[in-house]
């Protein structure tokens, strides 16, 4: 009797053959044609390994050199992938290398955009310096964000938007060489963080994020993270991002955000976001501000509008409102991004609305008002009015000695107003004034030139000190030389709007008898033979007890 533990002859012999078509002896692993950069683990050994394609022009010795550590060879490199000779490989051919074997050096970070009052402290020395647009970032440094925002870029294109009163910290920072992958490591002390990630690859490369409470590990995508004593809080508007406890996180996918609370025992609570808000049409490009942007309404109480620089991604702007409408405005020209986000009733924002917004504003020249071309003033420091034809403009004043403005006097601050003083007194001559006007940043627009005779001030009458004596009281000023008298002013006011007594006087000095107990104030002016005289000086409290 045969053993039924024994396969019978023709059995066996079909398993050896079956065996030897799927391992022909003296095999090598054939070559794949794929795109560089792709990340793989072997079925047949747990080593991660990332497969790189080479380009034309591209030989497997530099191709070894530039991304292999330096304790790694090119021909061990050649037998990993059981092939004997690297001269055959061209372009197309792809070799598979292990992660480890990889080359890794610290890759900075940098500060693409800072707006407001942003910090940051250096992890080798602890000095705090001002985060400005350009400012690397290197491992153990931490940004802390006041009143400001800053977007970060990391070595991969990934960005990282930190908004007002956060605080994170770089503990890694890490790039395989010219292998393009990364692995980053950061924690959000407390504040809001707003991530951009691009594709990570499986096996090595690694973007994660720790707050004291949870850690997201992602693989390519957009989030949003809040962190605070009460616990953290995520939101996931595109791919999907490893979330919780550490060694205890869930994958949670696009379109829901998830919490954990530091108080809780029930764990991980997971829920849907608000979906984003319908916004009714806009036009393409906005060629006056403010515009208003509605949407449809919902039950939402709160929403949240963020808007972006198209181009550099700074963070322009970012508010919460109630109700369906929003005006736009101080904008300049420009293509920028406007966010519009539900907010649920823990204050959770949704999945956000996103239009393209184009402003194009057209500065209109000023109508000048006063003074009239040709007049003459007696004033050192006269006023200039005017009148702003446009929207969301700002405007300046300038004064210059001749027509073509060549040679600028003295200018205003650039404001939305419509009046103005030069910032320094004008001395006796002939001027020439303009208003120019701005919208968007660097649309302009000036006015023609107006002449203006200054015949010129005297200087303003300071007083040097008060005497008291009795119920009467002397007061003493600087004497003017150019001066004939002096105008006195009396008033119960400190603005002077109701004179109590006025007189002119050719002397530096003034008795006045007051009423005990009440509170007078009194100024000065010079005044002289001509048209010349000087601005009131500034006033001076009496009391007599």
């Not at 006796?428 to 303009?434: A, F, L």
């Not at 150019?482 to 603005?495: C, V």
Request: aromatic share 6%; glycine share 8%.
């Amino acid at each position: 009797m045969i053993d039924a533990r024994v396969p019978k002859l023709p059995v066996l012999l079909l398993i050896i053959a079956l065996l030897a078509c799927a391992f022909p002896a003296g095999a090598e692993l054939s070559l794949t044609r794929g795109s560089a950069g792709q990340s793989h683990t072997s079925p047949a050994s747990p080593v991660p390994e990332w497969i790189y394609t080479l380009h034309p022009g591209e030989s497997f010795p530099e191709v070894a050199n530039d991304l292999l550590a330096q304790s790694y060879s090119a021909s061990r490199l050649l037998q990993y992938n059981s092939i004997s000779n690297g001269a055959i490989l061209g372009a197309g051919d792809a070799v598979r290398i292990p992660l480890a074997w990889l080359k890794r050096q610290p890759q900075p970070a940098k500060a693409s955009t800072v707006s407001g009052t942003v910090q940051l402290i250096s992890g080798n020395t602890g000095r705090k310096i001002r985060l400005t647009e350009g400012t690397l970032i290197q491992v153990g440094d931490e940004i802390l964000s006041a009143s400001g925002t800053a977007t970060i870029e990391l070595a991969d294109g990934s960005e990282v938007r930190i908004s007002p009163n956060s605080r994170l910290i770089f503990n890694r920072l890490t790039q395989y060489g010219k292998a393009g992958m990364v692995d980053t490591r950061l924690r959000l002390n407390h504040g809001e963080i707003h991530t951009r990630v691009k594709p990570v690859m499986e096996g090595g490369a690694r973007f994660e994020i720790e707050t004291p409470s949870a850690v997201a590990a992602v693989r390519g995508t957009a989030f949003a993270l809040q962190t605070s004593t009460k616990g953290t809080s995520l939101q996931v508007t595109e791919g999907e991002v490893d979330f919780g406890a550490p060694g205890k996180t869930q994958r949670i996918p696009a379109g829901f955000g998830a919490n954990l609370s530091t108080k809780s025992s029930s764990g991980l609570s997971i829920r849907r976001l608000p979906p984003a808000p319908e916004i009714n049409p806009l036009p393409p490009t906005l060629t006056q501000l403010p515009s208003t942007m509605t949407w449809q309404e919902s039950r939402a109480p709160l929403y949240r509008v963020d808007i972006f620089e198209a181009d550099s991604g700074r963070w322009v702007e970012s508010r919460e409102i109630t109700g369906n409408s929003f005006d736009i405005s101080r904008l300049d020209n420009g293509s920028y991004e406007i966010h519009l986000a539900a907010l649920d009733n823990r204050g959770t924002a949704g999945m956000p609305a996103v239009i393209p917004v184009e402003v194009d504003l057209q500065a209109r020249m000023a109508s000048l008002m006063s003074p009239p071309d040709g007049d003459t003033v007696n004033d050192d420091l006269p006023e200039f009015r005017w009148q702003l034809n446009g929207d969301n403009e700002v405007a300046r004043l300038e004064i210059a000695e001749d027509k073509d403005f060549r040679n600028l006097v003295t200018t205003s601050e650039w404001a939305p107003e419509t009046s103005a003083l030069p910032s320094r007194p004008l001395g006796p001559g002939k001027y020439y004034w303009r208003v120019v006007t701005e919208a968007g940043g660097n649309s302009v627009a000036t006015t023609g030139p107006r002449q203006l005779v200054v015949n010129g001030s005297l200087p303003p009458v300071r007083i040097i000190s008060v005497n008291y004596i009795d119920s009467q009281v002397r007061v003493f000023w600087e004497k003017v030389v150019t001066a004939t008298d002096y105008r006195l002013q009396l008033s119960e006011e400190p603005e002077f709007n109701n004179i109590i007594k006025e007189a002119t006087l050719s002397d530096t000095t003034a008795a006045l008898r007051l009423i005990p107990g009440r509170r007078y104030f009194v100024r000065l002016k010079a005044l002289s033979d001509g048209p010349l005289q000087s601005r009131w000086g500034p006033g001076r409290e009496l009391y007599l007890e």
